[in-house]
């Protein structure tokens, strides 16, 4: 009878330490995966703003800042990849992504109001000091921050956002230049080789340039911006502008671009206060900038050279939104660039 018992108990030992063996098994072939991301939203004066987040807020904290026609999800897949060593947050400005969408009529659509919106959203969040990465409308919404808060900014990384006037000095920007100066022009700038063909498609030889600017709200202007000047375009994930274009097509959101684009006036007349900035403060900058993009040229990134001293600088053979081509590439920069600024954190510490 005890020697019955005695084999009894040793099947039971032995079956759970079988079992505990294939647990910690699993475990290991299967750990949790680093850097998730977490998708949080706080109230901004009265708005919803989505956000995403991951990362130990212990580690450095880059601050993501998207651009036109997309919002955070622009980072979906930057974000993990640097989540181990770093503290990332991507916000949605009002009127993009998953934030509020309140009509032009209640919202003040203008550069400087985003900016106050992102600089709440950051004293919201608790971040008191950041690198900014800044891309198409996320430069001068971060630039307007940084030369307001010199002391908080750890280091630049720019992708194709621009605080220099080479870098809309060419035939995309000529009807939207017009535009600024006059809402009502009418085929202003239009006669370029780039918008010309906007014309024909439409059939139209003379469009007003709100007409003609309500183009960049389409499918086929939106699925452009993500494969001009690309390498390989099936290797650019068709999800991109499906989701992108869902929120365009939003009621009143064509109203909200124009506003934007119309805002984008004051931006220029900024350029000699960031580019004082620049030299004042002289910000670690790394520029990972797509050279194929015809919106944002490489004559953009260039002149960040005259008044830095030290621009870790890379042209990468891709369009606007380099990230979708190039985004390990991207990370890799940024991991080796704030390492060496010292921003990173040594061996995961």
Known sequence: MITQTTNIIKVVLVSLIFNVG???????????????????TVSIDGLDIFYREA???????ILLLHG???????????????????????????????????????????????ANV????IDKVGLEKYSLYLMDYGAPIGFRIATNHPERIEALIIQNGNAYVEGIDNNFWEP??????????VNQGLDNDWWKNVKAAYKKPNMTNDEALRFLFTLGATKWQYTNGVRNVESINPD????????????????????????????PPLYPQWQAYFRKYQPPTLIVWGKNDEIFPAEG?????????????????????????????????????????????????
């Open 22 to 40: 294939l647990s910690q098994t699993s475990v290991a072939a299967h750990p949790l995966p680093l850097g998730g991301i977490k998708y949080k």
């Open 55 to 61: 990362g130990n807020p212990k580690h450095p904290t």
């Open 68 to 114: 036109f026609p997309t919002s955070s999800h622009m980072f979906r897949d930057l974000i993990p990849a640097l989540a181990d060593r770093f503290h990332l947050i991507a916000p949605d400005y009002p009127g993009y992504g998953y934030s509020s969408m309140p009509t032009v009529d209640k919202f003040n659509y203008t550069f400087d109001n985003l």
């Open 118 to 121: 992102v600089d709440k959203f």
């Open 176 to 185: 939207i230049k017009a535009y600024w100066k006059d809402r009502g022009a």
């Open 240 to 267: 991109n502008w499906n989701h992108v274009q869902s929120l365009l097509d939003r009621e009143g959101n064509n109203a909200i671009q124009l506003q934007l684009f119309y805002s984008y006036g004051s931006n």
């Open 301 to 349: 990134a260039h002149p960040y050279k005259r008044d830095l001293k030290e621009v870790d600088f890379h042209l990468l053979d891709t369009g606007h939104f380099a990230l979708e081509e190039d985004g390990e590439v991207i990370a890799q920069h940024i991991r080796r660039f704030l390492g060496v600024k010292k921003v990173a954190i040594a061996n995961n510490q």
